[in-house]
């Protein structure tokens, strides 16, 4: 909802069908049902006026968006005891999902947190070696993101792999 009423609000009310939900990634896949991102959004740029195709264009907007959200808030609801580590392992499961199924457009990730992000994802490993990954994730903008998964404990490992 809030990229049509963010498009709305600029002018564009009928660009609502032009964003989708749990759409296919672009890739061939051997095992049958294909993954899925969230949110996918097209700018379809035959609709819309010249001036702002450039505009936007000059701004970094790509005509193809893929969206990948995890939403962190169903321990006050549900009393959920998911451990952190499988959090941040559902949180690489996407991040790996837009590196390697996307090849062109806009690649997001939007985390969503009702408490504090500490309280869901685990930011030291054990050892207390800490996982800067993560605090890059948290900054708004563009960023560069270097993991080492061979350092990452099983628990993290096996939530990507089933993700």
């Not at 169903?74 to 451990?83: D, F, L, M, N």
């Not at 199924?101 to 969503?112: C, D, F, H, I, T």
């Not at 900054?139 to 089933?162: C, F, Q, W, Y």
Request: aromatic share 12%; hydrophobic share 35%.
């Amino acid at each position: 909802m809030a990229i049509y009423q963010e498009l709305q609000n600029r002018g564009f009310p009928y660009l609502l069908p032009y964003i989708q939900f749990e759409k296919p990634y672009p890739i061939e896949s051997k095992r049958g049902k294909k993954p899925t991102v969230d949110i996918y959004f097209r700018i379809p740029k035959d609709k819309l006026p010249p001036e702002i195709l450039h505009r936007w264009s000059e701004n970094g907007v790509c005509e193809e968006n893929w969206i990948e959200v995890k939403f962190f808030g169903s321990a006050e609801r549900t009393g959920s005891s998911k451990p952190k580590a499988q959090n941040v392992g559902a949180v690489l499961a996407d991040l790996l999902r837009l590196k390697y199924y996307v090849r062109e457009g806009g690649r997001y990730l939007l985390l969503v947190f009702n408490r504090k992000p500490e309280y869901y994802l685990a930011f030291t490993k054990r050892g207390s070696s800490r996982r800067d990954y993560l605090n890059a994730l948290l900054e708004p903008g563009e960023h560069r993101v270097m993991i080492d998964l061979a350092k990452e404990p099983k628990t993290v490992l096996n939530t990507i792999s089933s993700n």
